[in-house]
Antibody, heavy 124, light 113 residues
């Protein structure tokens, strides 16, 4: 079936970086945008950006520009989100989610499939 | 940036009754060129990722029970759950995908009265 499976929980110290993976299966990975969304404990959802797995093109929320990097490896149908210079308030669940077909301009579509989430804890 | 505001923040409804959640965007999310509202609704149960319920403001995702419906246009939207079931206890979020940064409402927690 169509699914996104994310890497396991991470514990990092302030100032470190974390790289979360999101492996797609059951559909053509390069055919759909992948978004990244985070959710701090007990809080709401915050969109971080998207990657076009076909072209590698990205669009980051202004808040995250300069410290998030989204990449992909099409040979293994996997998207990655790396966040650098971690702070304690980056502690959150990080989700990948499938967006619309890459032919849709600017990824303007709802998120129909979500990964299970990766908990990232930042603590000294 | 478009700000999404939901009301109420929490809601308690009796089993079998109707639940209504409202969502207001700070600017219109209706594209005049295709007459579509770039608005989605998600359901999130404890310990789970969000699940898409409604897109284009009123189109139900495949497999979603027909007791869930979405309505509205422009800046004002509503998610209605008719005949509330115990499994509908969750937090519900609206989201605009009209322009980046895509933004979500703060969430509405739905409980059983």
């Amino acid at each position: 079936q169509v699914q996104l499976v994310q890497s396991g929980a991470e514990v990092k110290k302030p100032g470190a970086s974390v790289k979360v993976s999101c492996k797609a299966s059951g559909y053509t990975f390069t055919g759909y945008y992948i978004h990244w969304v985070r959710q701090a404990p007990g809080q709401g959802l915050e969109w971080m950006g998207w990657i076009n797995p076909n072209s590698g093109g990205t669009n980051y929320a202004q808040k995250f520009q300069g410290w998030v990097t989204m990449t992909r490896d099409t040979s293994i149908s996997t998207a990655y989100m790396e966040l650098s210079r971690l702070r304690p308030d980056d502690t959150a669940f990080y989700y990948c989610a499938r967006g619309p077909l890459v032919v849709v301009v600017a990824a303007l579509g709802a998120f129909d499939i979500w990964g299970q989430g990766t908990m990232v804890t930042v603590s000294s | 940036d478009i700000v999404m505001t939901q009301s109420p923040d929490s809601l308690a409804v009796s089993l079998g009754e109707r639940a209504t959640i409202n969502c207001k965007s700070s600017q219109s999310v209706l594209y005049s060129s295709n007459n579509k509202n770039y608005l989605a609704w998600y359901q999130q149960k404890p310990g789970q990722p969000p699940k898409l319920l409604i897109y284009w403001a009123s189109t139900r995702e495949s497999g979603v029970p027909d007791r869930f419906s979405g309505s509205g246009s422009g800046t004002d939207f509503t998610l209605t759950i008719t005949s509330l079931q115990a499994e509908d206890v969750a937090v519900y979020y609206c989201q605009q995908y009209y322009s980046t940064p895509y933004s979500f409402g703060q969430g509405t927690k739905l409980e059983i009265k």
